[in-house]
């Protein structure tokens, strides 16, 4: 199993990631990222035909509203 595949069961079984391993999942997706203008901490992820996801940089590890994207991103993508 790959370290990839460890961690999407991980966030699938419900326990939280920190930022780092929800940018790697989420670019080895697709996603394009990028933080906004003005220094913010906040980062998006975009990747075309699904919802974009903003991630705070800063959380560790990430908070529920921010694990319930990234597992509907995961749904879409069908695992």
Do not use: N, W
């Not at 992820?45 to 994207?69: E, H, N, S, W």
Request: glycine residues 8%.
């Amino acid at each position: 199993m790959s370290k990839r595949d460890k961690l999407i069961q991980k966030i699938m079984s419900g326990a939280c990631i920190t930022f780092a391993e929800a940018e790697r999942l989420l670019t080895d997706l697709g996603y394009q990222s990028e933080f906004p203008q003005g220094g913010s901490s906040h980062k998006t992820f975009r990747k075309a035909g699904c919802d974009k996801i903003t991630l705070v940089a800063t959380q560790k590890p990430l908070k529920k509203y921010a694990m319930k994207m990234i597992v509907a991103a995961l749904e879409m993508e069908g695992f």
